[in-house]
């Protein structure tokens, strides 16, 4: 058990009684990004010795949202002149190894896993670190309630306001400022943090906030269970996976955090009765409304009810115990190697240090490691710290920002070609050359020759990603004057390992070909999130996959397994007209929503010739998307229909989802110029005069229910769509 004593930060009491007339905040001049072949780690610098000899960087200012000197640019009259301020202003942003950085934030539960697991392990926590959190959890405060929602734009929820408010008062915060009485008088509006979901009522068990008698059971021997069983772990969804086997270990291991005089006020704070007179027990199903996306099944609550009831205090033998936690504890120690301590995600990597800490010790590698990487999820920007979706999306966004360049038609302008060089070398450097040590132990699938979303070193196969890089590897390498890094063999790598994730249905997945079936979301037990357990066909995978195959085969290797190749895409292709609605539309899974999922789809379908000229299901998807311009000539697409699986038109018209519609028409070749050029205009009437856009609303989603940013989006697709109007009509002067 950890024995914490009250700490101090920035000199003040964490349970001081007086809040403060203005936030603190860091000087930020003083913050740099430190890129290292991808890992990307933000530094503050105390001397002024420092400060000279490691300048701020134009993307340092950027970012965080400080002037960044970029000269005004004559106004465009073209397409193509807008895509040349776009890319203008974005190439100051490439960062030294070659790739883009961004914030990659939106989800508001990420930071409360981190900050609980610094106070129970006594990591310490900069004054720096915790003041910029604290700034960013107060400006993404809901400013009509108090409280905060899974994510930034959505509705307050106990997941959200409970969890947040714990960790600003562990973070400082007073329990008098007005803004945490304000959320705090909300968070007691929606019951309680009793009523929060199955992730908060683990975290909260764990700072010894909440009695784990009201946590879910989610014992290890789920991991004991043979391969066959259709529930066995090894079918879930990855990220699933990598998030209950640390949490069944910490359960297990019944670790809880010593009482504190902090946590003790706490627990008079979030719930609306006294501590003392909670019946935990009672309350392991209670979830306020608000959090409640995915009700449980009756036979998820018949199975935990078996759990809590027989298994537990009658069938659950030490040996069973002991054997459990050795397997699950020999799995968290794989994926620390396989991954240097990266881990897969933000909500799995402060689960597995926490692990750590009670298996090795404080003092051990494997927690000072783990401290180390933890600050590969956190990001500063001018609201202050937040902690990114994932490690970053270096060679996602790095490899589309290619794509967008030489569809433009200006990859072979000379002022581009040493930008494009860098960012064929992150590629180059990126791509994964082996598969995980005894990948079949750990469930982990072939990844030779793949790229992952962020980096290397963080090591998963994504079938999109690969695709996508690959793509662009293809695209440059062809061009005169561009160096050939990624070799054949290498390329025939990637090629083989997309060969492996396809599903018998014909569709592709993320991380992993589909291993279990759809019945498993009975036993969802995330609450807060949809279809999370297992893999599902993605129609963005699937026409990447299918885009990327056709391309190698058409442009770089016709010879290599052909008849394979050939027998995928059709399969594919097959699967893509079967997932269109009947209006049309495609539903996106990782982006905002039918605009995004519909850019693919008619960019794979074009890959195989199908137009609006030459199939009617083209035609249709064109006009799903005709009958939804708005009178500026863009499209806005709300988050919501993502949540309720409903096209919702956005207020306002947004510059990125226009962008998606453009170029679905164009690859369409849908052959009308006058809706196309309409929203030409609106795009390149929203562009500043330094070549950048404003950010507008949030971009991608996870889960249904999460939505997620992608900022560089609004570089990349500008240029992208802009680029393939002028190409297709000539470049014309735009009024």
């Known amino acids: 058990m950890a024995r914490l004593r009250e700490k101090q930060t920035n000199g003040v009491p964490l349970s001081r009684k007086k809040p403060e007339a203005a936030d603190p905040r860091t000087d930020p001049s003083r913050w740099r990004?430190?890129?290292?072949?991808?890992?990307?780690?933000?530094?503050?610098?105390?001397?002024?010795?420092?400060?000279?000899?490691?300048?701020?960087?134009?993307?340092?200012?950027?970012?965080?949202?400080?002037?960044?000197?970029?000269?005004?640019?004559?106004?465009?009259?073209?397409?193509l002149n807008a895509a040349q301020n776009a890319i203008a202003y974005f190439s100051q942003l490439q960062l030294p190894p070659g790739n883009w950085a961004c914030e990659y934030g939106g989800p508001l539960f990420l930071l409360p896993g981190l900050v609980i697991t610094w106070y129970v392990t006594e990591t310490?926590?900069?004054?720096?670190?915790?003041?910029?959190?604290?700034?960013?959890?107060?400006?993404?405060?809901?400013?009509?309630?108090?409280?905060?929602?899974?994510?930034?734009?959505?509705?307050?929820?106990?997941?959200?306001?409970?969890?947040?408010?714990?960790?600003?008062?562990?973070?400082?915060?007073?329990?008098?400022?007005?803004?945490?009485?304000?959320?705090?008088?909300t968070l007691h509006k929606l019951g309680g943090a009793i009523n929060g979901p199955h992730w908060a009522k683990f975290w909260l068990s764990v700072l010894g906030c909440m009695e784990p008698e009201a946590v879910n059971p989610v014992p290890p021997e789920l991991w004991l269970l043979p391969d066959w069983v259709p529930f066995a772990p090894w079918r879930w969804w990855i990220?699933?996976?990598?998030?209950?086997?640390?949490?069944?270990?910490?359960?297990?291991?019944?670790?809880?955090?010593?009482?504190?005089?902090l946590t003790r006020q706490l627990r008079e704070e979030i719930y609306t009765q006294p501590y003392s007179s909670i019946n935990f027990p009672s309350h392991r199903n209670s979830i306020s409304p608000t959090d409640n996306y995915h009700p449980k099944s009756m036979l998820l609550n018949i199975f935990n009810q078996l759990l809590v009831n027989i298994w537990g205090p009658y069938m659950r033998t030490d040996?069973?115990?002991?054997?459990?936690?050795?397997?699950?504890?020999?799995?968290?120690?794989?994926?620390?190697?396989?991954?240097?301590?990266?881990?897969?995600?933000?909500?799995?990597?402060?689960?597995?240090?926490?692990?750590?800490?009670?298996?090795?010790?404080?003092?051990?590698?494997?927690?000072?490691?783990?401290?180390?990487?933890?600050?590969?999820?956190?990001?500063?920007?001018?609201?202050?710290?937040?902690?990114?979706?994932?490690?970053?999306?270096?060679?996602?966004?790095?490899?589309?920002?290619?794509?967008?360049?030489?569809?433009?038609?200006?990859a072979e302008e000379v002022k581009w070609k040493p930008m494009l060089i860098k960012a064929l070398e992150f590629l180059d450097d990126?791509?994964?050359?082996?598969?995980?040590?005894?990948?079949?132990?750990?469930?982990?699938?072939?990844?030779?020759?793949?790229?992952?979303?962020?980096?290397?070193?963080?090591?998963?196969?994504?079938?999109?990603?690969?695709?996508?890089?690959?793509?662009?590897?293809?695209?440059l390498q062809r061009l005169p004057g561009f160096p050939k890094l990624v070799s054949d063999e290498r390329i025939k790598d990637a090629?083989?390992?997309?060969?492996?994730?396809?599903?018998?249905s014909g569709g592709f997945a993320s991380y992993e070909p589909i291993r279990g079936s759809q019945y498993l979301e009975y036993l969802n037990a995330a609450e807060v999130f949809g279809r999370i357990m297992i893999e599902y066909d993605y129609p963005e995978c699937t026409t990447a996959v299918v885009t990327a195959l056709a391309m190698f085969s058409r442009t770089h290797d016709a010879s290599y397994r052909p008849a394979e190749i050939e027998a995928t895409i059709s399969k594919a292709v097959a699967w893509i007209l079967k997932d269109q609605r009947k209006d049309g539309s495609w539903y996106?899974?990782?982006?905002?929503?039918?605009?995004?999922?519909?850019?693919?789809?008619?960019?794979?379908?074009?890959?195989?010739?199908?137009?609006?000229?030459?199939?009617?299901?083209?035609?249709?998807?064109?006009?799903?998307?005709?009958?939804?311009?708005?009178?500026?000539?863009?499209?806005?697409?709300?988050?919501?229909?993502?949540?309720?699986?409903?096209?919702?038109?956005?207020?306002?018209?947004?510059?990125?989802?226009?962008?998606?519609?453009?170029?679905?028409?164009?690859?369409?070749?849908?052959?009308?110029?006058?809706?196309?050029?309409?929203?030409?205009?609106?795009?390149?009437?929203?562009?500043?005069?330094?070549?950048?856009?404003?950010?507008?609303?949030?971009?991608?989603?996870?889960?249904?229910?999460?939505?997620i940013t992608y900022p560089n989006y609004k570089f990349i697709f500008p240029v992208k769509a802009l680029g393939m109007f002028a190409k297709r009509f000539g470049n014309p002067k735009i009024q």
């Open 239 to 261: 990220h699933i996976r990598q998030v209950y086997l640390p949490m069944s270990y910490i359960v297990s291991k019944g670790f809880r955090c010593t009482s504190t005089p």
């Open 588 to 707: 996106g899974s990782w982006g905002i929503c039918f605009t995004y999922a519909g850019m693919f789809a008619l960019e794979s379908l074009a890959s195989v010739g199908r137009y609006c000229s030459n199939d009617e299901r083209v035609a249709l998807a064109c006009q799903f998307f005709l009958d939804r311009q708005m009178a500026d000539g863009g499209w806005g697409e709300s988050y919501k229909s993502c949540t309720d699986g409903v096209y919702t038109q956005h207020a306002k018209s947004q510059v990125v989802q226009t962008c998606w519609v453009i170029i679905a028409l164009l690859e369409a070749q849908y052959p009308e110029r006058e809706p196309i050029e309409k929203a030409v205009r609106m795009v390149m009437s929203r562009q500043q005069q330094d070549g950048r856009w404003e950010q507008e609303a949030i971009e991608g989603v996870f889960n249904k229910s999460c939505m």
């Open 495 to 504: 090629i083989d390992t997309l060969l492996t994730m396809q599903n018998p």
């Open 319 to 410: 040996f069973i115990r002991r054997r459990a936690e050795q397997w699950t504890w020999d799995l968290i120690r794989r994926e620390d190697e396989n991954t240097d301590f990266a881990n897969l995600g933000p909500v799995s990597g402060p689960m597995n240090l926490l692990a750590c800490y009670i298996h090795d010790g404080p003092d051990s590698y494997a927690v000072a490691r783990h401290r180390e990487r933890m600050h590969d999820f956190l990001w500063v920007k001018d609201e202050g710290m937040l902690m990114n979706g994932t490690n970053g999306v270096q060679t996602w966004d790095t490899a589309f920002l290619i794509q967008a360049v030489v569809e433009a038609g200006l």
């Open 124 to 185: 310490p926590i900069p004054s720096h670190i915790s003041i910029e959190i604290r700034r960013y959890l107060f400006a993404r405060q809901n400013p009509v309630d108090g409280g905060w929602g899974l994510h930034v734009e959505g509705e307050s929820s106990v997941f959200g306001t409970a969890m947040n408010y714990v960790i600003l008062r562990l973070l400082g915060a007073s329990e008098e400022d007005l803004r945490m009485i304000k959320a705090r008088g």
């Open 33 to 79: 990004l430190l890129d290292e072949q991808g890992r990307q780690t933000w530094h503050y610098l105390r001397s002024d010795e420092e400060i000279k000899e490691w300048p701020q960087s134009i993307a340092d200012r950027y970012f965080l949202g400080l002037p960044t000197g970029q000269p005004p640019l004559p106004r465009p009259e073209t397409p």
């Open 430 to 475: 990126q791509q994964i050359r082996e598969d995980c040590p005894e990948q079949g132990i750990c469930y982990r699938h072939r990844r030779k020759g793949a790229w992952a979303f962020s980096t290397r070193e963080q090591g998963y196969t994504v079938s999109d990603c690969t695709s996508e890089a690959l793509k662009s590897v293809i695209l």
